[in-house]
């Protein structure tokens, strides 16, 4: 469905946005899971069939007018993964701030410590 | 200033290649051809009603295994840069929960792992499957985490879990190897009948198996991040 | 009538995204990032993929935000920890 691509669109580009822009790193983390989200609808809005229902089989429902099973099995991986990912990254802004003491990424401006 | 002028321009320019190139793609009237293969395919030699699960466990169950390795990987690196900085030995006094949610949780949390293991049991019939369930699982430990003030998790029996389900699921794939068709084919039990319970081959074991491993893993890292003391 | 309410959904998504980025306490960020997994699952579920909604609730709206909140409550301990010493 064409809106919720352009939907999906308009997060990846807010995400992308906060992720350039913002010097917290907890909210340069929150960009990156916004930028997910956005790139999962996208994913889902393209397998969608005008008129059609879940691709789960019974008697009742008609097998020419299922949804595109494809996409729905990608993107549950990806959700999975991605918390794993924003569940690391946390853990290394922990470490940062215990490090440094801020979490102002523009305090980490050095290559040596 | 011409940073931001500079970031404004390639956002705007990626935005407008990203909008323009999905609102171009046209919505589908019909299934496309591979999809209509999967559809009746899955229906047909798998046998099992739920076609994402046929595609996630048998047709691309090379992907999940990809995502089940990079989900240990994962919980292994969290596990490790949490606990470098332990030696400040101090370790903080919890508040106990309210009587409230003391009292629920004792009555909640079998019956929020009942569900789970009903919804992986139940993959290849309704919509969930090892992932949902491994998910709830791991929302029904952090309940336990979160309303006991001491809560003790055998973690030799998590370890256990988790390696023993990866070590069985990579074990069933080689057996598809030699029994049937290839790596991680499900046609080693009979495929029965479409919507029973013990049909659809060896997804079942095999979606259960995913089902354990992604909720233990998912159980450590919370419990390496409740425990960061 | 479906496709008005997918566009409201949308909307609020939009707003929610842009108030985790501009808000000013890092708490109600981290809220707001939870709204925008449980209007993705609705949307998911209009879509007709109950799967990808079942796992979209639980991973995104639920456990994403405790994650984030477990590494709050630590960052914030460990700053008043800071203090003290």
Redesign the interface.
């Known amino acids: 469905m064409t809106a919720v691509s352009i939907i999906g669109s308009i997060l990846i580009i807010i995400g992308l946005w906060g992720m350039l822009t913002k010097k917290n790193i907890v909210k340069i983390i929150i960009g990156f899971s916004i930028i997910d989200t956005g790139i999962h609808l996208i994913i889902v809005s393209v397998g969608y069939i005008r008129g059609g229902t879940a691709p789960i089989l019974d008697s009742t429902v008609d097998r020419a007018r299922v949804v595109d099973p494809l996409p729905s099995a990608l993107v549950l991986t990806a959700i999975v993964i991605g918390l794993a990912i924003t569940a690391l990254m946390l853990v290394y802004a922990v470490q940062l701030h215990r490090k440094r003491g801020s979490l102002d990424i523009t305090a980490y401006k050095e290559l040596k410590c | 200033m011409i940073k931001r002028a500079l970031i404004l321009i390639v956002v705007a320019v990626a935005g407008w290649f990203l909008i323009s190139f999905t609102a171009s793609v046209p919505e589908q009237e019909t299934l496309p051809l591979l999809a209509e293969q999967y559809v009746s395919q899955g229906a047909g030699r798998v046998g099992s009603a739920n076609i994402v699960t046929a595609v996630v466990v048998t047709f691309r169950g090379l992907d999940t295994l990809g995502e089940v390795a990079v989900l240990f990987i994962a919980t292994a690196g969290i596990g490790f840069l949490m606990r470098l900085d332990t030696d400040k030995g101090k370790r903080r006094t919890r508040t106990p929960a309210s009587e409230l949610l003391q009292t629920g949780s004792g009555f909640l949390i079998p019956l929020i792992i009942l569900f789970g293991v009903y919804i992986f049991l139940h993959g290849h019939l309704t919509p969930g499957g090892g992932f949902q369930g491994g998910v709830v699982i791991a929302s029904a430990v952090l309940l336990m985490l979160l309303a006991r003030t001491d809560p003790r998790i055998n973690h030799t029996m998590l370890r256990a879990v988790e390696s023993l389900s990866g070590a069985f699921y990579v074990g069933i794939g080689v057996l598809g190897l030699i029994l049937a068709a290839g790596f991680l084919d499900s046609r080693i039990l009979p495929a029965g009948t479409l919507g029973a319970l013990a049909s659809a081959g060896a997804i079942p074991v095999i979606y259960s198996l995913i089902g354990l491993k992604v909720g233990s893993e998912l159980v450590s890292i919370l419990d390496t991040l409740h425990n960061a003391e | 009538m479906l496709?008005i309410f997918?566009?409201a959904l949308?909307i609020i998504?939009?707003a929610a995204?842009?108030y985790?980025?501009y808000a000013g306490k890092?708490i109600h960020?981290?809220i707001s990032?939870g709204v925008?997994?449980l209007l993705?699952s609705i949307?998911?579920l209009i879509?007709?993929?109950?799967?990808?909604a079942?796992?979209?609730a639980?991973?995104?709206s639920?456990?994403?935000t405790?994650?984030?909140l477990?590494?709050?409550n630590?960052?914030c301990?460990?700053?008043k920890?800071?203090e003290n010493d």
């Open positions: 496709y997918i566009i949308g998504m939009i995204a842009l985790a980025l890092l960020a981290i990032a925008i997994g993705a949307i998911y879509l007709a993929a109950p799967d990808v079942m796992t979209e639980a991973i995104g639920a456990l994403t405790v994650v984030f477990y590494a709050f630590r960052i301990a460990d700053r920890e800071g």
